[in-house]
Nanobody
Framework: QLQASGGGFVQAGDSLRLTCAVS????????VAWFRQAPGKEREFVSA???????HYKDSVKGRFTISRDNAKNTVYLQMNSLKSEDTATYYC???????????????????WGQGTLVTVSS
């Protein structure tokens, strides 16, 4: 199971840290990703961290967002700085142990999903 938390209402330029707590399975083997979905838009990939620790980002969040994992706590974090109004969305974490590099940004490749946490950025 995945539990996402940390969303909220902030002003443009502020920061938030999202947390994805993972229970069950072998956390160390998981690739964990964040996706987001804004109202009326398709779900999109935001960031992922592989079991190796390698990280990947959507171009528009590079330099502003940082993903990290704590294997001792079975938790993945998404530190979001310099938030913009276009970052407003519901953020979902997803995990799977079988993600290959070419499917990293594809939501359908992940079997396990959290419930989502809403991030609202006011301009």
């Amino acid at each position: 199971q995945l539990q996402a938390s940390g969303g909220g209402f902030v002003q443009a330029g502020d920061s938030l840290r999202l947390t994805c707590a993972v229970s069950g399975g072998t956390f160390r083997s998981y690739t964990v990703a964040w996706f987001r979905q804004a109202p009326g838009k398709e779900r999109e990939f935001v960031s992922a961290i592989r079991y190796s620790g390698s990280t990947h980002y959507k171009d528009s969040v590079k330099g502003r967002f940082t993903i990290s994992r704590d294997n001792a706590k079975n938790t993945v974090y998404l530190q979001m700085n310099s938030l913009k109004s276009e970052d407003t969305a519901t953020y979902y974490c997803a995990a799977d142990s079988r993600i290959i590099l070419s499917s990293l940004t594809t939501g359908g490749a992940y079997d396990y999903w959290g419930q989502g946490t809403l991030v609202t950025v006011s301009s």
